[in-house]
């Protein structure tokens, strides 16, 4: 198992995450760079919550390169005021007053898009404002889990930094890369 070269990879592109954003804003001070870390990745006991593949698909499915893209969901936003939300699939808004100096969204895809585009306040959003993406695949259980190395990914939890926003409405939408060539799009209003 290669597990201290992966978490060695991970913190080293989280350290470099958190240089660039420094770098983005005028703060750059060291309070700030400490009021970010908390917010720049998720909890992960919150994959716990993700759907599983059976709710998804309806049942075992074989394996098969590229799977369309089958769920698109507006996954959590996070704040340096409020830490990390999740809100629940079926509302339109976060719950919380976020704000502050950085504003995160996190949006979860199963299967794969070749045609992504955010945006916040209608404004389409640089390509640079997605500063992270991580692979997720299928557990032993059916249910969205972190990669372990040889398996196949299945999804992506991808990160964006909408820092710079008080508030707005972030959608996101893409389009499957195989049939059915769907577009899926989901948003949500933050507070």
Same mark, same amino acid.
């Given at each position: 198992?290669? /597990? ?5 990879? *991970?913190?080293?592109?989280? +350290?470099?995450?958190? %240089?660039?954003? #420094? #770098? ?8 700030? /760079?400490?009021?970010? =870390?908390?917010?720049?990745? *998720?909890?992960?006991? #919150? ?7 059976? $709710?998804?698909?309806?049942?075992? @499915? ?10 698109? $969901? ?8 409020? !830490? ?17 100096? @950085? *504003? ?6 199963? !299967?794969?898009? &070749?045609? /992504? &585009?955010?945006?916040?306040?209608? =404004?389409?959003?640089? =390509?640079? %404002? ?9 557990? %032993? ?16 939890? /991808?990160?964006?930094?909408? =820092? !710079?926003?008080?508030? !707005?409405? &972030?959608?996101? $939408?893409?389009?499957?890369? +195989? ?13």
């Amino acid at each position: 198992m290669h /597990r201290p070269l992966i978490v060695m990879t *991970l913190l080293a592109a989280l +350290n470099a995450t958190a %240089a660039d954003v #420094q #770098q983005t804003y005028p703060e750059g001070s060291s309070s700030f /760079r400490a009021t970010l =870390s908390p917010v720049l990745h *998720l909890d992960s006991s #919150q994959l716990s919550k993700l759907p599983t593949r059976e $709710q998804l698909e309806g049942g075992p @499915v074989k394996l098969a390169p590229a799977p369309p893209l089958t769920y698109l $969901q507006v996954y959590a936003v996070g704040s340096s005021n409020q !830490g990390w939300e999740y809100p629940d699939p079926s509302v339109y808004a976060t719950s919380l007053d976020h704000g502050g100096s @950085v *504003l995160l969204v996190v949006v979860l895809e199963v !299967g794969y898009g &070749f045609s /992504r &585009f955010a945006k916040m306040n209608g =404004s389409q959003l640089p =390509s640079s %404002a997605n500063y992270l993406d991580e692979a997720l695949c299928w557990n %032993a259980y059916g249910q969205l889990a972190y990669c372990s190395a040889g398996q196949t990914v299945a999804g992506w939890l /991808r990160y964006y930094d909408v =820092s !710079g926003y008080q508030s !707005g409405s &972030f959608t996101y $939408q893409n389009t499957s890369t +195989n049939s059915p060539w769907n577009t899926m799009y989901d948003q949500i209003t933050i507070l």
